[in-house]
């Protein structure tokens, strides 16, 4: 048995989504108010005789793993090993499985690492007093102290190093964690962090994979031994600072719910926009924005603000970030920060105009035409030739047409310059950076035809209970139906024909994306549509069906 099939042995897809989510029993299944999308209504139905779910309201389903996948925001590598956590299995055949004691260790190091650190900050000493004391100047609280476990790192040049070893570490082992280095002469290692106040970083189930920290010097200290004011870990098997958003784990929810991220540039500032009530917020981790962090964040929305300063916002820089967003059809605002050096700041000065600075953010292309045309002397020929100039190029950049057409239009207003000129001018102007690739498809939603209707409801039916199933094999040819079912009608009557029954069949499609999303759908409508009539008006409308398909052209 492989590994997927031995965790879908092992698990209850009931069990584990009640652990993310609280179900209510619907007749034979279980509902619940989707996660995935903001509802009044509950339209998430799970079917433990399945071992399937479906949202009627946003349109995702599938199996345990594409639910761990999709909640947690991970690739199908790592849903499996979560859930063989889960299952206690062993992934001895998976693919990368080889290290996975390796990565343990590691795991397992980073925590100790941490609790090591925050016994540190809970010390009565001159040291950790101070540190409480910055942290309280900084209006940042206990419990978000305790939340983030803050902590700090010694003064001894090995005391981590000697408590992970006491715990059974090999040095080589704490050395590939990250948090020791080569001590100078290549014998031997001391710790990485030292006098130091420590931030540990999270993957987006929780775990720590790595520290930043921050001087200690002129707070607790008069002076700094090494280093300079931040240091991080590097990268390792755990930790890849372009895939990592400081605060995930603790926003995600928040995410979902409210349906956008901020995005800011430090630890601090992730903390205080907690403390204001502002929980979507995240940091990049010594980084700028890349596409592996947009990625993660798409998962949960596709509506981002970005935290900047007045003229950080206008760098290029910023503007890569901004079109790597609009490589992935991102919503994305502004946040400007007026009056304060960043988030944290505000935050402590003024909780309430960071919550009001959030609500003020406005579309990237608004802030670029606010910024430009603010410096430009209407009356003059040339200021409007170098607004053109400046703005064309980021309007070329919009992947929407309706959108450029709409800047274009507002630019000619603003501008009084006919709009004629500016296509013409756009046509010729230069990328503000340069054009992207890449081409994302979408999906277009057409009005159902009476053949597709009367298709799904069939089907729906058919895959609720099998006995109509039987019937619909016996009197239905798979070229009668909609094209858009056919193919999954064939391959459940050779899956039937062979196994008599239908219960793995979303295993059999495994390798078809699409057909298992289609066939999970229309076996969970039919339980919608169909569980609470009594069953002579089931066969009446199943019978109505058949005679309504037979008719169509």
Known sequence: MNPVEEIKSRLDIVEVISSYINLDNSGANLKARCPFHNEKTASFMVSKEKQ?????????????ISFVQ????????????ILAEKANIALKDFSASSQQKDYKDVYQINKLATDFYCHNLEEDDKASQKVKE???????????????????????????????????????????????????DGNGYVDRFRKRLMFPLFDTQGRVVAFTSRTLNGIAYDEEDFGGKYINSPQSVIYDKSRLLYGWHLAK???????????????????????????????????????????????????????????????????????????????VKILLLKDSKDPADMVKNNPEAWVIAVKDSIPVMDYYFK????GVDLSRSDHKKIAVSKLLPIIKYLKSKVEQAHYLK??????????????????????????????????????????????????????????????????????????EFRDLYKKAIIYYTKHQHLDNFVDYLELDKQEKENWIKLSLLGEERYASLPELDLASDFTSLLNRIRTQD
């Open 371 to 374: 910024r430009i045309l603010a």
């Open 253 to 331: 929810d928040s995410i979902r719910k409210n349906n956008y991220v901020i995005v800011v540039e430090g630890n601090m500032d992730v903390i205080a926009a907690h403390q204001a009530g502002t929980k979507n917020t995240v940091a990049v981790s010594g980084t700028a924005l890349t596409m592996e962090h947009i990625k993660i964040i798409k998962r949960y929305t596709n509506n981002i603000i970005l935290s900047f300063d007045g003229d950080a916002a206008g760098s290029r820089a910023a503007f890569r970030s901004i079109s790597l967003c609009w490589q992935e059809d991102m919503n």
């Open 52 to 64: 399937i779910w479906h949202c009627f309201g946003c349109d995702k389903g599938g199996d345990i």
């Open 70 to 81: 999709e909640y947690e925001g991970v690739d199908f590598k790592e849903a499996i090993k």
């Open 134 to 184: 910055y942290l309280a100047g900084r209006k940042i609280n206990e419990s978000s102290v305790s939340n983030w476990r803050l902590g700090l790192s010694g003064e001894a040049w090995d005391g981590l190093l000697k408590f992970l070893t006491a715990q059974g570490f090999k040095e080589q082992d704490i050395f590939q964690a990250g948090i020791t280095v080569r001590k100078k």
């Open 410 to 483: 507002l630019l000619s207003d603003k501008l009084q310059i006919p709009i004629e000129l500016l296509k013409d001018d756009l046509g010729q102007a230069k990328s503000f950076l340069e054009e992207p690739t890449l081409t994302v498809s979408r999906n277009i939603k057409v009005k159902p035809d009476i053949k597709f209707i009367i298709s799904e409801n069939l089907l729906a039916i058919s895959y609720y209970r099998e006995i109509y199933f039987q019937k619909m094999m016996a009197e239905i040819d798979p070229e009668i139906l909609a094209p």
